[in-house]
């Protein structure tokens, strides 16, 4: 699925985009409306290839999903509806896919084999496959169950409260869906730092309780999720690529609609305000289980700042674009407390120091994190590379367009990803 693409300077980004889907809603309402009783209806739905290998997944244990340009059905059959598959589940390059579908299966009475591309293979399974055999299920795999391929047989679990090493959506969310399938028991999960709450939000939307305080969730196993139709707000984290275009192309003026504003997620709104950007959040009225903005973002003066603790996972997917952001502040900007970046898609740490390195960016790794020296003139004239990971190949595109001189992007198809009309979007903006 190699891809390369000649991307070139732009001289300023005008107007106004609808951003597609958020990828975690997307995910959870897939598979939170394969758990309930009942139709529901997902509208702007992400059509990107993580979120559809979670339909592909649902659908091979039985689950009838309908996938019509952004609007998906899914005929929920109740929390004990799946049937074991007779297919492999292959996940892609899914990670979120891969741990909340391994919480799921822990309580479902059924075997599954799942399986992901050469990204998965080396992403770490065992934060997730660890608790949930503690509560009862087993699971093997490739290292002791540490890598895919991974096979899973769900059984009877018992509630536990866990204490989690990372501040992980994904963990905690394997965890507390695990939990909904004990017998009446309590399952907590707790983290060192908050991470994005969207499965504790919609299970409120599907009738479940969950209680939260700071840093745990706790939810209460054997109760049912009642279908519900859902709206996935704009996906902040694909917005951010046009924050950031929009803050260092020059000239330019870019309102980004329908953008999600979850309060977990909105780190690098906070850092472009810490590094001056001029920036105008429109919330809009009206109650949805998820707040939702339209944002205008401006042609900007930046300093560099600090970005750690707290603030990590509120914007942790954000960073490689952030990096670039600092390229283009005037003094120095660290990013630290974030060794998570080393087990994503890619390293992050290593595949954004390699490639912003290639275009001139005076940028160094550090051991959790890097520190970005600016403001530099990115040079261009180089082969990059998205190492397959669409978030490092986004980032590299809107560095294109600063770029004194053209830059060649090797495999650009990754982005298909997170964000299909990524390229539509910046051609439409571009003036
Ligand atoms: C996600 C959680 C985050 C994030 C990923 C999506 C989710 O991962 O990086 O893109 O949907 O729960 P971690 O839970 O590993 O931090």
Do not use: W
């Not at 958020?22 to 509208?43: L, P, Q, W």
């Not at 709104?269 to 590094?275: A, E, F, H, S």
């Not at 490639?355 to 160094?364: D, F, R």
């Not at 595109?397 to 600063?402: D, G, H, N, R």
């Amino acid at each position: 699925m190699s891809s390369n693409k000649n991307l070139s300077k732009i001289s300023r980004l005008v107007g106004s985009i609808e951003i597609p889907g958020d990828k975690s809603i997307s995910h959870r309402a897939v598979m939170f409306g394969s758990m309930a009783k009942g139709k529901t209806e997902i509208s702007n739905f992400l059509m990107g290839a993580d979120c559809l290998s979670t339909v592909s997944c649902f659908q091979k244990m039985g689950v009838e999903i309908q996938v019509e340009e952004k609007v998906v059905t899914v005929e929920g059959k109740g929390i004990d509806g799946l049937k074991e598959p007779s297919d492999i589940l292959d996940v892609g390059n899914s990670g979120t896919t891969t741990r909340l579908m391994l919480g799921i299966l822990s309580g479902t009475p059924i075997h599954a084999c799942i399986i992901g591309d050469e990204s998965i293979a080396r992403r770490p399974m065992s934060r997730v496959t660890n608790p949930l055999r503690s509560m009862g299920a087993s699971i093997d795999g490739r290292e002791n169950g540490q890598y895919t391929p991974l096979s899973i047989r769900g059984g009877n679990l018992k509630g536990i409260t866990y204490e989690s090493p990372v501040a992980s959506a994904q963990v905690k969310s394997a965890i507390l869906l695990a939990g909904l399938r004990t017998n009446n028991e309590k399952t907590t999960v707790i983290e060192p730092h908050k991470s994005r709450d969207h499965t504790e939000r919609m299970l409120r939307a599907f009738g479940v309780e969950v209680h939260e305080d700071e840093t745990s969730a706790t939810v209460i196993g054997g109760k049912e999720l009642t279908a519900t139709d859902i709206f996935v707000p704009g996906d902040i984290s694909s917005a951010a690529f046009f924050l950031v275009a929009g803050a260092i192309v020059p000239n330019s003026e870019i309102t980004l609609k329908n953008v999600g504003i979850n309060p977990t997620r909105t780190g690098i709104l906070d850092v472009l305000k810490m590094m001056g950007a001029t920036i105008e959040i429109i919330q809009h009225d009206g109650q949805s289980f998820e707040p939702i903005a339209d944002i205008i973002i401006k042609t900007s003066t930046l300093n560099g700042t600090i970005i750690g603790g707290d603030l990590i996972p509120k914007l942790i997917d954000e960073i490689p674009v952030i990096a670039l952001l600092a390229t283009q502040a005037e003094g120095e900007t660290i990013i630290k407390d974030a060794s998570e970046l080393k087990v994503k898609e890619t390293n992050r740490i290593d595949t954004v120091v390699s490639e912003l390195t290639k275009l001139g960016a005076n940028i160094k790794a550090t051991d959790d994190g890097m520190i970005i020296s600016g403001r530099t003139t990115l040079k261009g004239n180089a082969t990059v590379s998205s190492h397959g990971d669409h978030r490092i190949g986004m980032m590299l595109a809107i560095a294109a367009c600063i770029a004194d001189e053209p830059i060649q992007l090797i495999d650009a198809k990754a982005i298909d990803v997170s964000y299909p009309t990524f390229f539509e979007h910046l051609a439409q903006l571009s003036k």
